[in-house]
């Protein structure tokens, strides 16, 4: 049963995510990421989504959480990626090459 479940929760995910034109990898969980070969070798299946076949993948800096303070900051990278912004403007995300 729980394996069913966390296939349900995996197929729901990719559903939703597969099609989204950016994506976010979260450091903060693991460990940072510099490069989209480094993130396959994470989860092979991501190949298969839109952010990572048009190169439009982010990721977080490993300190985010320990800066909540700067808030705003964190939502101006958001928006920065969302709308193509100058990325050398970012302080708590890179684009992974």
């Avoid at 693991?30 to 982010?58: R, Y």
Wanted: glycine share 4%; hydrophobic share 35%; proline share 2%.
């Amino acid at each position: 049963l729980r394996r069913q479940r966390q296939m349900c929760i995996r197929d729901s995910f990719y559903a939703g995510a597969k099609d989204a034109d950016v994506m976010i990898y979260n450091a903060t969980i693991d460990s940072e990421l510099q490069t989209l070969d480094q993130l396959l070798e994470k989860s092979p299946l991501l190949a298969d989504f839109k952010a990572v076949k048009t190169g439009n993948v982010w990721c977080t800096e490993k300190n985010l959480y320990q800066s909540t303070m700067e808030l705003d900051e964190l939502i101006r990278d958001f928006h920065t990626v969302i709308a193509d912004g100058d990325p050398s403007t970012l302080k708590y995300l890179h684009k992974l090459s």
